[in-house]
């Protein structure tokens, strides 16, 4: 079993930034899948970032085209936590923010289809911008 914790949500003016991080507790497998989700009230829960680790290796396996060039994720395999940086926000990117990861990292293969249905989910953080 894996249990995520995220931290570092909060309410901003758009044009700012915020840095949310994940902890996750348990074994995690040397090749899996971990990166972020959010879901906007009314709206379904959708990718934003995700990483395919394989021997401790981390690639970009997606990245939603709303947020390219501006939200980064950043791994430490070591510790088992995940960052997503998040510059020049908007106001559309309020929503909750799910941390989520899963031993299957064929789920997450980059240059493949992603499949959306990891095993492990954090509480969520809320991310509200202002305008």
């Known amino acids: 079993q894996v249990q995520l914790v995220e931290s570092g949500g909060g309410s901003v003016q758009a044009g700012g930034s915020l840095r949310l991080s994940c902890a996750a507790s348990?074994?995690?497998?040397?090749?899996?899948?971990m990166g972020w989700f959010r879901q906007a009230l009314g709206k379904e829960r959708e990718p934003v970032r995700i990483g395919h680790t394989v021997g401790g290796v981390t690639d970009d396996a997606y990245v939603a085209d709303s947020v390219k060039g501006r939200f980064t994720i950043s791994q430490d395999n070591a510790k088992k936590t995940v960052h997503l940086q998040m510059s020049s926000l908007k106001p559309e990117d309020t929503a909750i923010y799910y941390c989520?990861?899963?031993?299957?990292?064929?789920?997450?293969?980059?240059?493949?289809?992603?499949?959306?249905?990891?095993?492990?989910w954090g509480q969520g953080t809320q991310v509200t911008v202002s305008s």
């Open positions: 348990g074994e995690l497998t040397p090749s899996y899948c």
């Open positions: 989520a990861a899963d031993h299957n990292s064929g789920k997450c293969r980059p240059g493949g289809t992603l499949s959306v249905d990891f095993d492990y």
